[in-house]
Nanobody
Framework: QVQLIESGGASVQAGGSLTLSCAIS????????VGWFRQAPGKKREGVAAIDHGGLASYGDSVKGRFTIIKDDAKNTLNLQMSRLKPEDTAMYYC?????????????????????WGQGTQVTVSS
């Protein structure tokens, strides 16, 4: 049984930093993309960052240069380092793992992949 458990969500001030973590268990598709999505109230779910089996990372335009995705296969963890946070980064953040492997990072970020999902962790950025 695949489980993705996020942690690290918090309330921070604009300009601050935060690191989210995702503990992944039971997932054996290490050659597929894994990453993070977010969804703010009343808005569509947005692909934030993805990383493939080779370590290639891809980012949504709104977070490029501010967020870094890091995968540790030995520890089965996926982290999202967030810096220079803005109020518009406020959202529920979800860890996800591709279960089919038909698409790479960009398909993952565009929401084209069939994923396993975590329950989410809330990030709130105040101005």
């Amino acid at each position: 049984q695949v489980q993705l458990i996020e942690s690290g969500g918090a309330s921070v001030q604009a300009g601050g930093s935060l690191t989210l973590s995702c503990a992944i268990s039971g997932y054996s598709y290490k050659e597929y993309s894994v990453g993070w999505f977010r969804q703010a109230p009343g808005k569509k779910r947005e692909g934030v960052a993805a990383i493939d089996h080779g370590g290639l990372a891809s980012y949504g335009d709104s977070v490029k240069g501010r967020f870094t995705i890091i995968k540790d296969d030995a520890k089965n963890t996926l982290n999202l380092q967030m810096s220079r946070l803005k109020p518009e980064d406020t959202a529920m953040y979800y860890c996800a793992a591709d279960r089919a492997g038909y698409h790479g990072n960009w398909g993952f970020l565009l929401g084209l992949t069939d994923n396993f999902w975590g329950q989410g962790t809330q990030v709130t950025v105040s101005s």
